[in-house]
């Protein structure tokens, strides 16, 4: 099926579940770009925070910094300030990251709409050297690998319209970092994947296959 022929009515709200570096903001971004999807990742919007200085950045940017997680109470404020499902299909990327996250965004945000959790399965001793080679683009969230996918233009972003936005390297992405979030991931996200399992709503990809491969296995998973 190509991409036009998918109906955005039989497009599910899109969870996505895996620890940094599995492939979820690169599949979010094909998903924007081919399928209209809105992108929410609650890392981002911190990130934003912090960038623009609002007591919250400032709040949360000591506890970003050591790779472990913000309240749920602040990224719950934070999802509920930027989520409108009346204006289309979202992914969640990101969030949720513990139950008391799942269950309001069950409950208060999605309310009996059509959703799938997607977990992204990948090896833990790859992550490392996936993340600590990547890099950002600050304005559309693209991510590219120095080793494995760099851009184009070199440290500028490829996309026409960030007008050769110059790319980041993530205060979070750097290994000393990375190592505690990945822990962090795999400390908490147990009792998710198992509240989604038993809604019955999860569904697995291989995060280590190329990324056309995956976009093409979650497009599968909506017919
Ligand atoms: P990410 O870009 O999703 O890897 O998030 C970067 C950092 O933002 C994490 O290491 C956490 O400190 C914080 N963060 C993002 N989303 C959440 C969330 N749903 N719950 C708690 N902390 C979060």
Do not use: W
């Not at 036009?4 to 969870?15: D, G, K, R, V, Y």
């Not at 590219?144 to 390297?169: M, V």
């Not at 750097?174 to 400390?187: C, D, G, T």
Request: charged fraction near 25%.
């Amino acid at each position: 099926m190509n991409n036009s022929a998918l109906q955005a009515e039989n497009m599910p709200q899109l969870i996505f579940l895996g620890p940094p570096g599995s492939g979820k903001g690169t599949q979010a971004s094909l998903l924007k770009k081919r399928l209209n999807y809105h992108h929410l990742s609650t890392g981002d919007l911190l990130r934003h925070e912090i960038s623009t200085k609002t007591p919250l950045g400032l709040k949360v940017q000591s506890i970003m910094a050591t790779g472990n997680l913000v309240s749920d109470e602040i990224v719950i404020e934070l999802l509920q300030t930027h989520c409108k499902l009346s204006d289309g299909k979202y992914i969640f990327d990101g969030f949720p990251r513990t139950v008391v996250q799942a269950q309001m965004l069950q409950k208060d945000v999605l309310t009996g709409a059509n959703s799938l959790a997607i977990e992204f399965k990948i090896q833990m001793d790859i992550l490392l050297d996936r993340i600590v080679n990547r890099r950002t683009c600050p304005k559309c969230s693209s991510i590219y690998n120095i080793k494995y996918r760099p851009s184009r233009d070199g440290n500028y972003c490829e996309n026409q319209s960030c007008a050769g936005a110059e790319l980041i390297h993530r205060e979070d992405d750097k290994e000393n970092v990375v190592v505690k979030r990945i822990e962090v991931y795999q400390e908490n996200i147990r009792p998710v994947i198992e509240f989604y399992s038993k809604l019955g709503n999860l569904r697995q990809v291989d995060g280590m296959l190329d990324g056309e491969i995956v976009f093409e296995s979650v497009k599968k998973m909506f017919v």
